[in-house]
């Protein structure tokens, strides 16, 4: 013991769990349905501009890019409720400097979940 009365080891923080992704467990059906219907998605390289103009993010916590990010790692979990958010004026897809056809993406995301639960992981 210290002067302080903790034990030496404990160093005011500690270590936490890694934060690696092992995309062999994430579910890509989701991602795949959506590029195949969508394939402008592929050309996104992640700028931020529809979630700077995004109405729905200035009175939500939607985010379009998160969500992009999410859907192209297969993180599916949470997806379905953050689709409700969007309120389709489509100011992002009017920004994008590479075209992608943000609109779409949601309605596609909307249509797989309404036809199957994609949130649900691979076995």
């Known amino acids: 013991m210290d002067i302080a009365g903790k034990n030496k080891s404990q160093f005011g923080y500690s270590l936490t769990k890694g934060r690696q992704i092992d995309y062999d467990k994430n579910n890509m059906k ?11 998605l592929l050309l996104c390289i992640g700028c931020g501009g529809c979630t700077a103009t995004c109405t729905a993010g200035g009175f939500t916590n939607f985010n379009f890019r ?10 599916t979990n949470n997806l379905e409720e953050s689709m409700k958010k969007c309120m389709l004026c489509g100011k992002c897809k009017l920004v994008c400097p590479r075209g992608v056809n943000t609109r779409n993406v949601i309605f596609t995301i909307k249509r797989a979940f309404a036809m199957t639960d994609f949130s649900k992981p691979l076995k």
Do not use: A, T
Request: glycine share 4%; no cysteine; proline share 5%.
């Open 66 to 75: 998160k969500l992009h990010n999410l859907l192209m790692r297969g993180e």
């Open 30 to 40: 989701l991602r795949d349905f959506v590029i195949s219907n969508e394939p402008s």
